[in-house]
């Protein structure tokens, strides 16, 4: 029986990301432990670290050029399945005011 929301991390057994992907799975259940259904970690190989949430991919490593830092995966899931939630100090800050330049 899969639990709904469902998050995936697929991460390289190659390259060893298994820790990387147990620990950002502890993050994400410890911040939205009634929230999320299911969290899986999925191995594979290739150099693969994506996460995703029901199916849409929410970071790719290859797509993106590297790893996520773990604040602004919090926001990505949070933005989908409780956007009114507060992340204290994870929120995104609010982005300085463009200065003129002459």
């Not at 390289?12 to 999320?36: G, I, K, V």
């Not at 029901?54 to 956007?83: C, M």
Request: aromatic residues 6%; contains cysteine.
């Amino acid at each position: 029986m899969t639990r709904q929301p469902r998050l995936e991390i697929e991460y390289c057994t190659q390259c060893r990301w298994l820790m990387r992907a147990a620990w950002t799975a502890q993050e994400l259940l410890t911040t939205f432990p009634q929230e999320l259904g299911e969290v899986a970690l999925m191995p594979a190989t290739g150099g693969v670290f994506d996460i995703r949430l029901d199916g849409e991919t929410l970071w790719s490593r290859k797509a993106e050029g590297g790893f996520a830092e773990i604040p602004l995966l919090k926001q990505l899931v949070r933005d989908r399945i409780a956007p009114g939630r507060k992340l204290g100090h994870s929120d995104r800050k609010d982005p300085a005011p463009e200065q003129p330049t002459d």
